[in-house]
């Protein structure tokens, strides 16, 4: 069962890719990075009520990819990098989620 839900979410992360990098009017600027902070903080609260250490490597992802969009000026690569984050975010609701229906 479990690899069926992970099977499905990977299915949901192929779906989901081309519609964030599709998103090339969105701007990338301070309040992008400021809600996208608020998103990731309130999962980690949502995966730190469960017992198990799953999302960690998610969570490491996120906030890798946060951490370099703030340090990144040009607006190419920081396209690139909210892609990247877009998609670690994605992976993250997913592994809450699960968490939420009792793993």
Same mark, same amino acid.
């Given at each position: 069962?479990? !690899?069926?839900?992970? +099977? =499905? =979410?990977?299915?949901? +992360?192929?779906?989901?890719? %081309?519609?964030?990098? @599709?998103? $090339? !009017? @969105? %701007?990338?600027? #301070?309040?992008?990075?400021? /809600? #996208? /902070? =608020?998103? *990731?903080?309130?999962? #980690?609260?949502?995966?730190? &009520?469960?017992?198990? /250490?799953? $999302?960690?490597?998610?969570? &490491?992802?996120?906030? /890798? @990819?946060?951490?370099? *969009?703030?340090? &990144?000026?040009? %607006?190419?690569?920081?396209?690139?990098?909210?892609?990247?984050?877009? *998609?670690?975010?994605?992976?993250?609701? *997913?592994?809450?989620?699960? @968490?939420?229906?009792? #793993?």
């Amino acid at each position: 069962m479990r !690899n069926l839900f992970r +099977l =499905a =979410a990977m299915a949901a +992360l192929l779906g989901v890719a %081309p519609t964030v990098m @599709a998103q $090339g !009017n @969105a %701007p990338i600027d #301070k309040a992008y990075e400021s /809600s #996208k /902070s =608020a998103e *990731l903080e309130s999962l #980690k609260l949502q995966l730190a &009520t469960r017992q198990d /250490s799953r $999302g960690i490597g998610e969570v &490491t992802e996120a906030d /890798s @990819a946060l951490r370099r *969009l703030r340090e &990144t000026e040009a %607006p190419d690569l920081r396209r690139r990098i909210a892609t990247e984050l877009e *998609l670690a975010l994605t992976r993250l609701r *997913l592994e809450a989620d699960s @968490a939420s229906l009792g #793993k």
